[in-house]
Each structure stands twice: as structure tokens, then as C-alpha cells.
């Protein structure tokens, strides 16, 4: 087969091209690991039969193949990195059942569920899953073949009603760094999804109707709405476009809202797992505090001290959101249609909250 080889010190290497039918199959260099010549070429000869095999089988035969381990790897390695918490949660997951095919996903979860999960809230289960079906789904994409289902976890509607007191709210937006304040800021007053927040355009931004659009393509229900601007989102955008048209003859601001560091827009990690904030958002929780013992009972190796995690997620400030518009009076079927729940199941949970709030409330009077 027309591949070409050249020796980078003791060790030899292949590339070239492979001719299937019409298709031609473009093979990147790798190494052979051998020293010589003819263990190369014996090695790259096989290596060539398998991509030949492979590219006849198609998505299907690919899949036959692969192991949870090498989908395992492809995510720990995508570019941007993995959170330090969810790289363990992918390590137990091959330490348990990384030798397991593709084909044999679900199987391997029900399997890990039954071993692992017993003594888990939830909550807890449902972000294992979470960090589980975001490395099939970008292994997949990236071996390009099709990513199976996961069953979804049940977490029962209360779990996750979570909320700050006014004062921890600002301490928490005071402590992110300049660039993360911005979209944290849009999430705390807008109820935004992250991605929604984060993949947003100034176009859909309407400063004299004073409303923020989020188009159907950005919406997880795939409906398009639009929400009134709060005063404080409202006058961090207007400085925001001020600060670019100094900067750019008085033209109006383009493209996304909010730019990372590097000036760049967010990555759209929809579908694949993992967020752009996460690190900066850890990051501000622990300066103020937000943090409580890891669920798993897990114990920092070098001092025996329970290991921390940050208690307030970021998905937690849309929660944050829908229960102060409820304990400020917002009715349920309003915080729907702003919130951009499919139905009302989702949004019955913040009326406890409610309850709890005017319970505390009656019980101040004198």
C-alpha cells in the first residue's frame, strides 16, 4: 500500500494515502514503534488493513470496536480540558467498566448504577450521568459514530431548589473575575440557561424596548422568548456597547456578547458537556466560601481532610432566579413563559419556596 516512512531517531513512521474503491483515505503520520525497517513496514502494512476494514464497515464497524476506555481518553484529551472533580469521575468510570464495548453502554451503566450508586442522592447519580454520557457523546462525535441513549435519572422536583440570600448573591458575583462577571451577572437577573447566556448575539438585544431575545436555536425547548431586561443587565450591556464603539469609530457592537479572556466568544459545549464558566465560577465559590464535603465521602490523599466541592452550581443561578421571582411574587404561569420551561411540572417546585418564605416572613411580625 503507497505509504511513506521516515525514521525519527531510532523509531520508523508511516503515512500516505489508502485508496478504497473511488474514496480515498487520507492516514495521518503515526508511529510504528519499531526500529527497523521491516517491523515498520510489517506493522504499517496491518495498521492499513484495519483503517481499509473499518472504512468498509462504516459508522457500524467502528462502533463494534471501540471501548469506553478510548471514548474515555478522546473527552480527557478534547481541547480545553476537563474539570480536576469530573477527570476522577472518568477515571472510576474505566477503573469499572472502561474495557466494555460501545455497543454494551447501557449494560455498563446499569452495571456501575448497581455497584456504585446505592448510597447516592439523586442529584449525585444524575451528575455521574451527566459526566458519563458527555464523554460518549464527544467520543462519538469525534470516532463518528452514533452515541447511545443513557437512561435519564429521576431527581425528585424539591432536590435542587437552591437559592442565596441577597447578600451572598452579590458576594458571589463580586468574587468572579471581570470577564465571568458579565454572563454570571445575565444569569443571576435574566434566568438564562448558560448557553443561552453565553452563545448570546447583541442583535437580540433590543435596548428600546428593553428586552433580551433568546432565539429558538438557542433554547433547549427549541421555542424562541423574549424577556425584559433587569436595570443591572441592562446598564452592564450598555457599558459594555459604550467600551466597543470608543474602541471602534462609534460602530454598534457584533457577533457574541460576551467574550472570554482570550477575546473570543464561548465555547457552545451543548450536547457535549462541560461549561466555559465552570472553572471561574468554582473558583469565585470557594473565595466566599460556597462549598461543603464532597458527596462521594472522598479525602484529600496528602492530609486526610475531606475533600471540598462548591455546593451552588452554576445551573444553580436560573434555580437562584425562579426563586426569588416567586418569593418577590412572580406567579407560576409568568415564570414559566420567561423561563422558557416546556410545562408547568418544572416550575411547581419554586412554590415551596414560596411557602417557606412567607412562613419566615409571618413569623417576623412583632
Known amino acids: 500500500m503507497p505509504l511513506s516512512y521516515r525514521q525519527r531517531g531510532r523509531i520508523w513512521y ?20 519499531a526500529n527497523s525497517r521491516s517491523d515498520a513496514e510489517a506493522f504499517a502494512e496491518s495498521e492499513a488493513r484495519r483503517i481499509v476494514e473499518e472504512h468498509l464497515e462504516g459508522a457500524a464497524g467502528r462502533a463494534k470496536r471501540l471501548t469506553l476506555d478510548e471514548l474515555f481518553l478522546a473527552y480527557l484529551q478534547r481541547p480545553g480540558g476537563v474539570e480536576p472533580y469530573d477527570k476522577w469521575r472518568i477515571s472510576q468510570f474505566a477503573e469499572a467498566i472502561g474495557d466494555r464495548r460501545l455497543s454494551e453502554a447501557r449494560d455498563a451503566w446499569s452495571e456501575w448504577m448497581r455497584v456504585h ?90 435596548f428600546a424596548r428593553g428586552t433580551w431575545f433568546v432565539p429558538a436555536d438557542r433554547a ?35 457577533s457574541h456578547i460576551f467574550l472570554s479572556q482570550r477575546g473570543k466568544p464561548y465555547q457552545d459545549t451543548r450536547g457535549q458537556g462541560g461549561n466555559p464558566l465552570s472553572q471561574a465560577h468554582d473558583t469565585a465559590c ?11 465521602g472522598r479525602r484529600d490523599p496528602a492530609t486526610g481532610e475531606p475533600l471540598m466541592v462548591t455546593w451552588f452550581r452554576l445551573h444553580d443561578w436560573r434555580h437562584h432566579w425562579a426563586s426569588w421571582q416567586v418569593m418577590l411574587g412572580t406567579d407560576l404561569i409568568t415564570l414559566r413563559r420567561m423561563g422558557g420551561w416546556k410545562d408547568m411540572r418544572s416550575v411547581a417546585r419554586y412554590a415551596s419556596v414560596s411557602d417557606e418564605h412567607m412562613a419566615t416572613a409571618i413569623a417576623r411580625m412583632p
Not at 508511516?14 to 483515505?25: F, H, K, N, Q, Y
Not at 441577597?166 to 440557561?193: E, I, S, T, V
Open 117 to 206: 450508586a446505592s448510597h447516592m442522592a439523586p442529584s449525585s447519580v444524575a451528575r455521574w450521568r451527566s459526566v458519563f454520557v458527555a464523554a460518549l457523546n464527544h467520543g462519538c462525535a469525534e470516532k463518528g459514530v452514533p452515541a447511545p441513549s443513557i437512561p435519564v435519572v429521576a431527581v425528585p422536583d424539591d432536590e435542587r431548589v437552591v437559592w442565596l440570600p441577597k447578600d451572598r448573591q452579590d458576594a458571589l458575583l463580586a468574587a468572579y473575575n471581570r470577564f465571568a462577571a458579565r454572563p454570571a451577572l445575565a444569569l443571576c437577573y435574566q434566568g438564562l440557561r448558560t448557553q443561552e447566556c453565553l452563545q448570546a448575539r447583541w442583535e437580540h438585544i433590543d
Open 286 to 296: 470557594r473565595a466566599i466560601g460556597l462549598v461543603e464535603p464532597c458527596p462521594e
Open 220 to 254: 433547549k425547548t427549541g421555542k424562541a422568548r423574549t424577556v425584559a431586561l433587569h436595570p443591572r443587565v441592562r446598564a452592564m450591556l450598555e457599558r459594555l456597547d459604550l467600551e466597543w464603539r470608543e474602541t471602534h469609530d462609534g460602530q454598534a457592537p457584533r
Open 14 to 33: 508511516a503515512r500516505g494515502t489508502l485508496r478504497v474503491g473511488l474514496s480515498t483515505i487520507e492516514v495521518p503520520e503515526f508511529s510504528t514503534g
